[in-house]
C-alpha cells in the first residue's frame, strides 16, 4: 500500500471493559449462542430482532447446559441491549 502511496488506517485497540463475576456466567452463555440472533431483511433494510429463544432453548437442551432463571434473564439483557446497538448501526448505515 504505501507503494501505492496510501497509508493504512492504523487500528485502535479496543477499551478494556470489566464486568462483574455475577454475570460471568451468561456473558459466556451469550458467547456460546450470540449465532442465535434473528434478523429480517426487505428492501434496503436489516432488523435485527433479538436472539431466537427457542433455538437458545434448544442448543441448552442439547448440549446439556445447567443454568439458572436469573442467568437466562441476564442473557436475555445482554441479547437485548446488542440487538439495540446493531440496529443502531444498520440505521446510521442507511441513512
Known amino acids: 500500500m504505501a507503494k501505492l502511496g496510501v497509508t493504512p488506517p492504523v487500528a485502535k485497540e479496543p477499551e478494556p471493559f470489566e464486568f462483574w463475576d455475577e454475570h460471568q456466567s451468561a456473558v459466556e ?3 456460546q449462542v450470540q449465532d442465535l440472533m434473528r434478523y429480517q ?10 436472539l431466537d429463544v427457542l433455538a437458545v432453548k434448544a442448543d441448552a437442551e442439547m448440549s446439556g447446559r445447567e443454568f439458572e432463571a436469573e442467568d437466562y434473564l441476564k442473557l436475555r439483557l445482554i441479547g437485548n441491549e446488542v440487538a439495540r446497538l446493531t440496529n443502531e448501526k444498520l440505521n446510521n448505515r442507511a441513512s
Open 41 to 50: 431483511y426487505g428492501a434496503g433494510i436489516a432488523i435485527c430482532e433479538g
Open 29 to 31: 452463555w451469550f458467547i
